[in-house]
């Protein structure tokens, strides 16, 4: 723990500049000796620093991934289409000026504890209804299967790949309204958030997120919309 | 920008100008002026430097070197409930208890977390048909301000809990899958300067005339709201 100690003049001693230099000298290596105790014993705390001098970079607790390219606040629509009328099919998220709705790269190291993913959005999913002669998987009826979607958050370690759900972050969507017919199925509504804790050992560089949607047994050409969407991660360093 | 001190040298002349400046350097770094450069690079992390203050009410909020979390709860109890009417203004109107106003000593970045449940309670409906449609009568937006400007990619919605349809009270309330609890999670990536600032959720009514009353009285419950801000 560092301290300060003036050199002082006393009154009939000759002014050396060694004296001066001192005092000095002892002000000036202080800062960068600055340890724990100056803080638990010497009460060093935010009014001692200058505006921004403890959050940045190597000293920050919480860092956000940076720049317009990784932070997506977007008012738009993503339209996903079904092409499995008895399966399933797997969409990622679509960005109107990126590729895909990705946020990264990532990279941590040993100081880092986790990242934490937060994805926020509002969805419109089409109704059902009971006409299953012309859609047998798609209708409500004992033998069918009950059509659904599942948001989840996926990993890519490397610019390019194969992406993997991240465990913990699925959401499923029932479709939860069924019309006796076609012309009178009406969508259902809501938003959802996932908030995630992205285990970090080991150290590692070069990773993306992205938002996916799974369709499961829903028909041909029914769109899912999503609006409202913000997608971004914060690196928490210790 | 860190401390520069020069030293004197043998032989200067030393005048009071010349020691009454280094002093004051010296002040300014005592007294707040130490900068990132002054510290070394492996002294300490930030859980060190952390000292954080909490207040209650009115505005409860944790404060710390690095960050400070502003945060809103209100208990889910009805008698705890907003409550909109339809014949409101069709502007944007605050939600009490989803608004956070809060001073910055230095310039950040903010992040918003925010919950609510919502519903509509009131519109005449009609009895229940096959063809009763559910969710198609919007009564209301929900949109995130920072510092009134509204986030498009925040709206919320929610429904009549009825067709709007019908002409009495007695066949309302067959549509509580209109009933949503809508989350925001928001990075504003404008950075924030040092100043008072404000954050809070507001709703619209959808536009209405009185007289077909298509909805009757919008609920805002369990609400929640964190305004997290992370110096830069």
């Known amino acids: ?238 | 920008m860190p401390i520069s001190l020069t030293d004197f040298n043998n032989g200067d002349t030393v005048g009071a100008s010349d020691v009454e400046q280094r002093i004051r350097s010296m002040e300014n770094f005592l007294n707040g002026g130490t900068s990132q450069g002054d510290f070394g690079t492996s002294w300490i992390h930030t859980d060190l430097i952390v000292r954080p203050e909490f207040y209650g009410s009115p505005a409860p909020r944790a404060q710390m070197v690095s960050a400070d979390s502003h945060y809103r709860h209100t208990m889910g109890s009805i008698e705890n409930a907003v409550i909109f009417y339809e014949d409101l203004s069709d502007k944007y109107l605050p939600v009490p208890g989803l608004g956070v106003s809060f001073h910055l000593p230095e310039a950040a970045n903010i992040y918003v977390m925010c919950c609510f449940r919502t519903f509509e309670v009131g519109a005449f409906g009609k009895n229940r048909s096959p063809t009763t449609e559910l969710e198609e009568k919007l009564a209301a937006y929900f949109r995130l301000f920072v510092n009134d400007s509204g986030i498009g990619s925040t709206e919320r919605t929610v429904y009549a809990n009825t067709d709007g349809t019908g002409s009495s009270s007695a066949n309302a309330g067959t549509n509580d899958l209109a009933r949503k609890n809508h989350s925001m999670l928001y990075h504003h990536t404008s950075t924030l300067s040092a100043g008072t600032h404000n954050v809070c959720v507001k709703m619209k009514i959808n536009g209405d005339t009185n007289s077909t009353r298509k909805f009757g009285r919008i609920f805002v419950t369990r609400r929640n709201i964190i305004v997290h801000a992370q110096y830069l």
């Open chain 1, 1 to 238: 723990m560092p301290k300060i100690t003036l050199t002082e003049v006393k009154k009939g001693d000759p002014l050396k500049v060694d004296k001066l230099n001192s005092s000095m000298d002892s002000i000036r290596t202080a800062a960068a000796a600055i340890d724990a105790d100056n803080v638990r014993i010497e009460g060093v705390d935010r009014r001692n620093f200058k505006a921004t001098s403890t959050a940045v970079n190597d000293v920050a607790s919480f860092v956000n991934v940076s720049s317009g390219v990784t932070n997506l606040n977007v008012q738009q629509d993503f339209v996903y289409n079904s092409s499995a009328m008895h399966g399933h099919t797997t969409e990622q998220f679509k960005h109107h000026t990126l590729a895909n709705g990705i946020i990264g790269p990532f990279s941590w190291d040993a100081s880092d504890v986790a990242i934490k993913l937060n994805l926020s959005l509002a969805y419109t999913v089409p109704g059902m209804h009971d006409a299953h002669a012309t859609e047998p998987k798609c209708s409500v009826r004992p033998v069918s299967s009950r059509p659904y979607f599942v948001f989840d958050i996926r990993r890519r370690d490397g610019s390019s790949g194969s992406w993997n759900t991240v465990s913990g972050t699925e959401r499923k969507i029932a479709f939860n309204h069924v019309a006796p017919n076609f012309a009178d199925r009406v969508p259902h509504k809501g938003s959802l958030s996932i908030v995630h804790l992205v285990d970090l050992a080991p150290p590692s560089s070069g990773v993306y997120f992205s938002p996916f949607v799974t369709i499961w047994y829903q028909r041909l050409s029914r769109p899912i919309t999503i609006t409202g969407y913000n997608f971004f991660g914060q690196r928490i360093r210790r």
